[in-house]
T-cell receptor, first 107, second 113 residues
Framework: KNEVEQSPQNLTAQEGEFITINCSYSVGISALHWLQQHPGGGIVSLFMLSSGKKKHGRLIATINIQEKHSSLHITASHPRDSAVYICAVHRNNDMRFGAGTRLTVKP | EAGVAQSPRYKIIEKRQSVAFWCNPISGHATLYWYQQILGQGPKLLIQFQNNGVVDDSQLPKDRFSAERLKGVDSTLKIQPAKLEDSAVYLC???????????FGEGSRLTVL
C-alpha cells in the first residue's frame, strides 16, 4: 500500500464547478505539499502546510493531522486549472509522493 | 530569481547506452533532490543531497545509477547502462533546507529504445 493515497485518480469538471481533491497518508509527517504539474511542464509548489488551512486565490488547502488527511479545493474552476495535482508528505529528510490526480476542466 | 535549471530537456538512447543529466539548483539552496517520474505515477526519490553530502540514496539503483554534487552546487545524474524501464522524466528539485518550499526544474525526459 502506498504511503500517500490520492483520490480521485481522474476528475473531469465543468468550468465554474467547485473541485475537491483528497490526500490520505499513513505515516507521521512534518509537512504536506500540494503540487501542480502541467502536461510537458515542470512541477510548481502550490502549498506547504503542517496544520489548519491556507488560501491562495481560488485555491484552498486544508489538513487534519489527527486524521492524516488533506484536501485541495478549487473554487470557480477554469480550463486553465487542468493539470495533475500531486500531494507529497515531508517527514524528517524524506519526501513521499502520491500518484497524482488528473483534473480536466471543460469550458 | 533564476529557477532550477536542467538539461537536456529530452534524450533518446538505445538500451545499454549511457546518459547523463545535469541540474543547477537555485542559488543558495543546500538541499537537492533527483526524482524519477514514470508516466502516470508520482515522482520517486532517487537521491537527496545536503550540500555535497548524500542524505538518502536508498532508492537509487546503484548498479546502474550514480549521482554526484561535488562542489555542493550543481549535480549530475548518470545512468549506465540504460534499460527500457528507465524511460521516465528525471526531475531535479531544490530547497533552502529543512521544511522549505520545493522548487522543481522542468525535468529531463528520457526515452530508452
Amino acid at each position: 500500500k502506498n504511503e500517500v493515497e490520492q483520490s480521485p485518480q481522474n476528475l473531469t469538471a465543468q468550468e465554474g464547478e467547485f473541485i475537491t481533491i483528497n490526500c490520505s497518508y499513513s505515516v507521521g509527517i512534518s509537512a504536506l505539499h500540494w503540487l501542480q504539474q502541467h502536461p510537458g511542464g515542470g512541477i510548481v509548489s502550490l502549498f506547504m502546510l503542517s496544520s489548519g488551512k491556507k488560501k491562495h486565490g481560488r485555491l484552498i488547502a486544508t489538513i487534519n493531522i489527527q486524521e492524516k488527511h488533506s484536501s485541495l479545493h478549487i473554487t470557480a474552476s477554469h480550463p486553465r486549472d487542468s493539470a495533475v495535482y500531486i500531494c507529497a508528505v515531508h517527514r524528517n529528510n524524506d519526501m513521499r509522493f502520491g500518484a497524482g490526480t488528473r483534473l480536466t476542466v471543460k469550458p | 530569481e533564476a529557477g532550477v535549471a536542467q538539461s537536456p530537456r529530452y534524450k533518446i538512447i538505445e538500451k545499454r547506452q549511457s546518459v547523463a543529466f545535469w541540474c543547477n539548483p537555485i542559488s543558495g539552496h543546500a538541499t537537492l533532490y533527483w526524482y524519477q517520474q514514470i508516466l502516470g505515477q508520482g515522482p520517486k526519490l532517487l537521491i537527496q543531497f545536503q550540500n555535497n553530502g548524500v542524505v538518502d540514496d536508498s532508492q537509487l539503483p546503484k548498479d546502474r545509477f550514480s549521482a554526484e554534487r561535488l562542489k555542493g552546487v550543481d549535480s549530475t545524474l548518470k545512468i549506465q547502462p540504460a534499460k527500457l524501464e528507465d524511460s521516465a522524466v528525471y526531475l531535479c528539485a531544490s530547497t533552502l533546507g529543512g521544511l522549505g518550499e520545493l522548487f522543481f526544474g522542468e525535468g529531463s525526459r528520457l526515452t530508452v529504445l
